[in-house]
């Protein structure tokens, strides 16, 4: 019942470029706008070298200086055009290309919340990141740049090359052919540049996790004097990268120079039969200065058509990895018909309830019959492994069972509102997750509009009084990007946002198992208030949260071994006692 | 009471201190300066090389745009006069082997400088991680690995774009700059000095961009930070974000920041959409009023119409590279920005550092550990006043107490994370600071409550404890500790890639397999700070078991919340604002009437 990922073949790269549009339609306007705008300015950069022709042909050779000075005019009025037109088009980029990526980094953002945890776990955040910051910049450079200028282009090319064929069609002609060489390599270049890049890329995101590895597990390497050896394992990792660059820099120097070379070279073919063509009056002097300006003019933009076309390239295949995300379909959504409840008594049936891997062959739960009654509380205990967590997270349907059903008061629970479900339902997790916000918002995540009181109240619960000790209170940022706190801290904190809804059904995933004995057993105190009145499953590993539970319930193997009360289970369940009784055999060998 | 506005939700955080102004002054901080000139030391030689090729580059660029105005000025008179083509001939052959030189010459310094720049990357990788890894525990804690590892990829990225990007061309750029206008005079005075009338201006313009790209780049980049963290928080905390049903107002907050970015990006692209079209219009004015004046020039005599062409040739070889300009400024701001950050961490000095001598603790160490008058605080907190203990070799020894006690604090000064403030820790009667890493942490292993496991397979994890050690004595590690049958139980068995941290573990499995490291390491001191907490009861047990023969010939410090745990100790330390209170066999502290047997009692309530 989980997302599998797009199919990959499913849209070519050009296809997914294509899908696009509709990201595009509304800068259309704007587009051609810019577009025309290119095409003007080259046109105006194109007639200055004709200009100069008549200014050498005309006044220069025949001493007319009053028709001079307009001609320059024209040429300095062009040029000035020119630059107003690249001024007008880049103005307009800034709106329309980055208007479209916000657009669509909102839709990746919103539609990657919408799906499972099941995806999250299969997809490294770091290549969804890079999907909705570098993958988008490449759509965007394409979109704003590549697609312009591959029109103008291409229209400079053939405009230009058709005026030196006119100017002097021997001449035209070889510079015409002698372009070839320069688009083959570009072309070719851009082959090898965009390999040697990915297998950098590759190798940097290598040596980024020996990086992360030598820092999150500085106290492991300390604690075992292992510097050599992790100096040793980022070495090789440096090493690659810097062959694989130094490869990338011979790649480059050869480009470059061979791309100064042909037109140059062309030049100097260009100045022998130019020049010979002047002394036998088939050319003027004003039109090989023309010819040769023109041609300087032709090198951009057949140089450009390399690049557009491995942006093209890179931002067809940046289409195709952001389709394969918004193409994944969140599979645990709201059914059409699916009931709006506000409250509830909270009776949490599990009703032959299992659950199996995709792909996988044996369920990790299966068969699961458990009735929790309306403020009832039930611990469920098994050894590390067995499915507890995994059942936990089917309430707040953070899963979906694969076999039998879940009810809450008699509704399937994926027959209720999503919404309506998990306002019901509130978690604590194993792992308590905060976030790089006030301690306020980390609270009252799921309660936007609790107030002062509300707050004070789960955090005395929680025995989170701390809390009046950080530097800004409530207004504390905290998390990776503020102040960091503790194990236990933090946990606490994942209880207080837990019970502060007051949830008819709380899910508490060992929720206290960072925690002093002293701290533990106070917040134990408090939380027997709260458990009175909700329906709880609670996790635990430890026998002294077990005092809380009404029943206890032993998973094992992927399914409901005993339920009933600690003593009775302590009494008549070996495999129960085995997993809960603190007694050691060592200490009783004593 | 309506939900709090968008923009309350980050809260109030202490300021960052390695915050440092970006731009050119960053690289004129005297350590930057120091940095820069040690790693360029090596290659003095190579860059006097590489002067002598960028002035012959330039020297050959220059001569072809001459020679094309002299062929037209030379020669086409002769031919037009019938007395041949050689002059021609002679002037092309010229062109062609400027054209070779100039390409040979810049491939050459394009390898070099390519080179160079990736040693400069190469080695100052490698001095960063060094640095890092030598620096105490205490400093990783108080910069925080995300700061450890965003110096050592983003801003080494930033360096690494530049150099790799570009710094070769810039310098091209700037270089052609100053020989054409150099060439321009030569060529012809009055006509050099209105195309270079325009530089002032071009100087201006450059300056008002410098200066306000500056900020628009900083905010950028303080923009799609927050765009980033906000993104990858969301997706590592996607269970609690959907079982809060926090997703609609995530989307409101990430809508904000992704708002706020796009204006960032648009103002630092719309100085672009200034700067490069004005550089552009100066260009071109400039060319017009030089073909302006130059035509009267040549129609008075003054200057042939070979002349005017080179010129018009070099006008654009002048302003382009100009334009391109505004391009590497981003690149070179963060990559000074970057340089000057990680001269500061270089700077920073190690607080535990490795003795210039050290001494040779031979090879049978018995493992007695020993604080004579032990005092150690955390800034302005005095956690260890004063601390005598002589623990003698092969004994385990208890810590207890309450939290901030003092406990942890002696764990970690007998694994040396940190020096005492006064007095000495020794090991066999050898003061821990004059052991070197490796011998010290082969004698004395610490496993702690967090057991980090790096990616890779559960057997290279556990072999973290002794490299190189064959499979067989692994297993036997793992087995020992009562790790082997879930180790077996996983797809790969032992090759089973654990994940980035382990990620594919739970917290007890991890605890497992690091035990199973610390037994494979054999030290003869073995520190257990809470090391058992994550374990249920049955793995605690195999634990406990496996504890009681690993620790039997060895010296044993442990420290856990749970006293079931402590009950295999010999001796159990009771401390209180870090001095021993109690201290005995745990059954004789048991049976009398102080701290531990209130404790023990209160933990057997516990139990039910």
Redesign the interface.
Known sequence: MTTLPADRSAHSPLASLWRLRSYVRPYAGQLVTMLVAALLGVGASIVVPLVTKTVVDGPVAHGQRDRLVPLALLALALGMTEGVLIFIRRWIQTTATLGMEKRMRDDIYAHLQSLPPAFHDRWQSGQLLSRATADLSAVRRFVGFGLVFLVVNVATFATVIALLVRLDPLLGGIVALSLIPVIVVCARFERGYSVVSRRVQDQTGDLATSIEESATGIRVIKAFGRRRLMAEAFETGAREVYDTQLAKVRLRATFWALLDLVPNATLGIVLLLGALAVGQHRLTLGGLVAFITLVLQLIWPVEALGFILASGQEAATAAQRIYEVLDSRPEIVDRPDARVVDDSPGCLRFEAAGFTYPGGRRPVLQDINLTIAPGETVALVGATGSGKTTMAGLVPRLTDVTAGRITLDGVDIRDLRLTSLRRLVATAFEEPILFSASVRENVTLGTPDATDADIAAALSLAQAAFVDELPWGLDTRIGEQGLSLSGGQRQRLALARAVIGRPRVLILDDPLSALDVTTESLVEKALARVLADSTALLVVHRPSTIALADRVALLQGGTLAAIGTHSELMADVPAYRAILSQESEEVQSR | ????PVE???????ERRDDVSTGVSALLRRRTRTLLSSLLRPHRRSMWLLVALIVLQNLAALA?PW??GL??DR??PP??HHQG?GT??L??AG??VA??V???A??AF??LT??I??DF??EL??RV??H???LS?AF?EDY???R??SR??SDM?AI?ELV?EGIDELVIAVLSVLTIGVAMLLLDVPLALVALSSFPLLLWLSAWFRKRSAVAYRRTREA?AL?????????????????????P???AI??DL??R??DA??RS??L???Y???M??????T???V??YG??R??DGDIR?GV??TF??YL?RFFDPLQDLSQFYNAFQSASAALEKLAGVLEEPPSVPEPARPHPLGSSIRGAVAFAGVTFGYRDRLVLPRLDLVIPAGQTVALVG??GAGKTTIARLV?R?YDPDAGAVSLDGVNLRELD??????AI??????S?L??GSVAGNIA??R?GVDRSRIEEAAEAIGAHE?ISALPAGYDTDVR??GGRL????RQLV?FA?AFL?DPAVLVLDEAT??L??????LV??AL?TILADRTALIIA?RL?TV??ADRVLVLEDGRVVEDGPPAELIGGYGRYAA?HR??ME???
């Open positions: 009471m309506s939900a709090p309350s939700w980050r809260g109030v955080a202490a072809g020679l094309i062929g037209i020669g086409i031919i037009l083509a021609l001939w002037i092309v062109f062609a054209t070779v100039q390409t040979l810049q491939r394009l390898v390519g080179r720049g990736q990357v190469l990788r490698r991680f060094a890092f890894q030598r525990t990783h925080t690995s995300g450890v590892i050592q990829t990225d690494s790799e799609v765009v980033i963290v906000h993104f990858v928080e969301t997706l590592a905390g996607i269970r609690a974000v959907q079982a809060f049903r926090r997703e107002r995530n989307f990430f809508d992704n708002t970015y796009r990006t648009r692209f719309r672009i959409a200034i490069a079209p004005g552009k219009l100066i260009g071109n004015a060319i017009g009023l073909l302006l035509g009267f040549a129609l119409v005017l062409t018009l040739l654009r309450p939290t694994g994370f890493d490796e011998t010290l942490h082969r292993v610490t496993v702690t409550q967090e980090f790096f990616s973290f404890g490299p879930f980035k941290r739970s917290a007890g499995q690091s490291r390491a907490s994550s249920d009861v049955p793995s605690e047990r406990q078991r009681r919340h079931s009950e295999i404790m209160q933990w516990s139990l039910v």
